[in-house]
Nanobody, 125 residues
Framework: QAQVEESGGGLVQAGGSLRLSCAAS????????MAWFRQAPGKEREFVAG????????YYADSVKGRFTISRDNAKNTVYLQMNSLKPEDTAIYYC??????????????????WGQGTQVTVSS
């Protein structure tokens, strides 16, 4: 049973940067595929970025490609989401998710069994 907890959200102006962190515990961290999702008011939760167990493979939504970077430090049991060139449309609650089992980085939220409580990111214009 994994426990996942995000931190690092906040308010930032358009064009600014934020870094989100997510710590996971309860099992060997390197056995989890990790991902970030977000959900804006009135919208469905959407995949933002995902990373394989070793960190060798990363995947991004088209809307954030080139602006966001996902990384992980297995020694610190932590995954990060560096967000640059933020836009007002990036405003959402950001969730960290973990998946055990396969090393495939899945985009559907249903592929992840462990979720954090979310952290709010607000980008002002």
């Amino acid at each position: 049973q994994a426990q996942v907890e995000e931190s690092g959200g906040g308010l930032v102006q358009a064009g600014g940067s934020l870094r989100l962190s997510c710590a996971a515990s309860g099992r060997t961290f390197s056995s989890y595929v990790m991902a970030w999702f977000r959900q804006a008011p009135g919208k469905e939760r959407e995949f933002v970025a995902g990373i394989s167990r070793s960190g060798a493979r990363t995947y991004y939504a088209d809307s954030v490609k080139g602006r966001f970077t996902i990384s992980r430090d297995n020694a610190k049991n932590t995954v990060y989401l560096q967000m640059n060139s933020l836009k007002p449309e990036d405003t959402a609650i950001y969730y960290c998710a973990a998946a055990a089992g396969s090393d495939s980085v899945l985009r559907p939220a249903a592929g992840y069994g462990y979720w954090g409580q979310g952290t709010q990111v607000t980008v002002s214009s």
